[in-house]
């Protein structure tokens, strides 16, 4: 099993572009979720997922949007990218009552 | 809604010695709490976690961590460390039973000196 992978592992934009993080996973979790790691400030949840088509927003949502299509699949967008958004995105999974699966993260840079 | 303090940012020792990062914890719910390790440029790896029963969870590499409900901690400790345990270290808690919403500390650093 690959587990839980993440494209692009590096990225820099300018503002006011758009990208789209792609995370996918293999273990048929359930659950999914979008962090962003700032230096000092620990993970923050941005968005989560408990199946295919369900979605909620976590602690920092602005600026930021999810969809769920497939159980494997949890893509975050940034529409109107801002220097605010630099930071390091990671993407989890997990089954109901246990351990979060991380992937191993995407450094945007935002200009 | 949950909270978790980690009261030391860095953590500087020698090799072979002992050490312990606190983690501290505030609910009002049931939580189940965790460790999580980050090696540099990498994503976060499980170290250990209390879901209930025994309130001394361990590591196989050697770490240890004891749930204290009555003063809401959840201190992990290593009676010897090596230089490979260099890392950062995140303590999370969430809410027993829940969609399993991490909230992270904000982190401890250690640093094994040779």
């Known amino acids: 099993n690959a587990g839980v992978t993440q494209t692009p592992k590096f990225r820099i934009l300018k503002i006011g572009q758009s990208m789209t993080l792609q995370c996918t996973q293999d273990m048929n979790h359930n659950y999914m979720y979008w962090y962003r790691q700032d230096p000092g400030m620990g993970l923050k949840l941005i968005y989560y997922s408990v199946g295919a088509g369900i979605t909620d927003k976590g602690e920092v949502p602005n600026g930021y949007n999810v969809s769920r299509s497939t159980t494997e699949d949890f893509p975050l967008r940034l529409e109107l990218a801002a220097p605010s958004q630099t930071s390091v995105y990671f993407c989890?999974?997990?089954?109901?009552?246990?351990?979060?699966?991380f992937g191993p993260g995407t450094r945007l840079t935002v200009l | 809604a949950q909270s978790v303090t980690q009261l030391d940012s860095q953590v500087p020792v020698f090799e072979e010695a002992p050490v312990e990062l606190r983690c501290n914890y505030s609910?009002?719910?049931?939580?189940?709490l965790f460790w999580y390790v980050q090696y540099p440029n990498q994503g976060l790896q499980l170290l250990l976690k209390?879901?209930?029963?025994?309130?001394l969870v361990e590591s196989i590499n050697g770490f240890e961590a004891e749930f204290n409900k009555s003063q809401t901690s959840f201190h992990l400790r290593k009676p010897s460390v090596h230089i490979s345990d260099t890392a950062e270290y995140f303590c999370?808690?969430?809410?027993?039973?829940?969609?399993?919403?991490?909230?992270f500390g904000a982190g401890t650093r250690l640093a094994v000196h040779p």
């Open positions: 999370a808690v969430t809410p027993s039973g829940g969609y399993n919403k991490l909230i």
């Open positions: 989890a999974s997990s089954s109901q009552g246990t351990e979060q699966f």
């Open positions: 209390y879901l209930s029963g025994s309130t």
């Open positions: 609910s009002s719910v049931s939580v189940y």
